[in-house]
């Protein structure tokens, strides 16, 4: 019990606490949500948001956030498809790692803009989510192949997007160990640790001698390179691919992250927090349909969550201010 609440923090425990008692008020209203193919459905369907909030969670750490990954993670699933188009023999390995080399070719990019020309992250990823899904539509016009089935990709393809092992799905397992590795590197490497000093404080940071240009670029490359796996999964998990893939899905990543209470002013919070918003807001959105909520309400739940964990942190924030403005009068009285 004790290393169970050593792992999780106030934010993370009140998440794993909202997501009890969604379940349970679903359950009751339609037992079928907790049967064993709805539980596979849920993980399998949050796994992929929780590989995109893994990567975001890196960059806003820093003070930093990537508007572009829903654009990227389109791009990379396009790709996958036109290589089975050029190849339908095309082993499943190397679709996985061009998909993850192109994510991590447009992080780079954006990470160039940031980190070298000192371009504002919220600038930089605003104009590049549409030049990225300019580019696929682009592609999509050129070949003249708008929609690609999943009789045109190879069986073993989507067999590894639906595919699971002792009844857990590959996309879960897969988003697990990348959870394991990010949360090992942020608490164990000096450069995860770095990553929280730059975001608390960028200047200190630097004085200090960290190269937060060198770790905010290395922040994106890696961030990008999830969400090229993440587009990877999507064309091999759901089979049908068109340049629209990932539209909108910026919203419920950054979502994610700060309800998983990574401060969106950075230098705090865990990738574990991260993925448990991702759980949290997939099932939300899983759970509405069966509470008879109209659809156009679903789509606010997402952004109405965004607005109350900002709004949380900042009253955090201001109370710990206070709180250490006080501290201060009281020593020098």
Known sequence: MNRIRALLSGRELSIVLALFAVVVVTTVVNPAFLNAQGIHDLFLNASIIALLAIGQTLLVITRNIDLSVGSVMGLTAYMSGQMF???????????????????????AFNGALVAIAKVPALVVTLGTLYVFRGIDYGWASATGVHQINADQMSSGFLSFGSGSILGVPHLTLIALAALAI??????????????????????????????AGRRVFTAFV?????????????????????????????LAVVAAVVVGGVAIFGGSGTVLGAVLGALLLTTITSALPILGVPAFWQRAVDGAALLLAISLDRAVMVRMAERLRKERSLRRA
């Open 85 to 107: 188009i050029a190849d339908h023999e095309t082993p499943t390995i190397v679709v996985v790692l061009a998909g993850m080399a192109l994510g991590a070719a447009c992080g």
């Open 182 to 211: 990010a949360a090992y590197a942020l608490h164990n490497w000096r450069s995860g640790r770095e990553l929280y000093a730059i975001g608390s404080n960028p200047q200190a940071a630097r004085l200090a001698g960290i190269p």
């Open 222 to 250: 890696i961030s990008g390179a999830l969400v090229g796996l993440a587009g990877v999964l999507h064309a091999s998990y759901f089979g049908t691919i068109n340049a629209s893939v990932g539209t909108n899905r910026e």
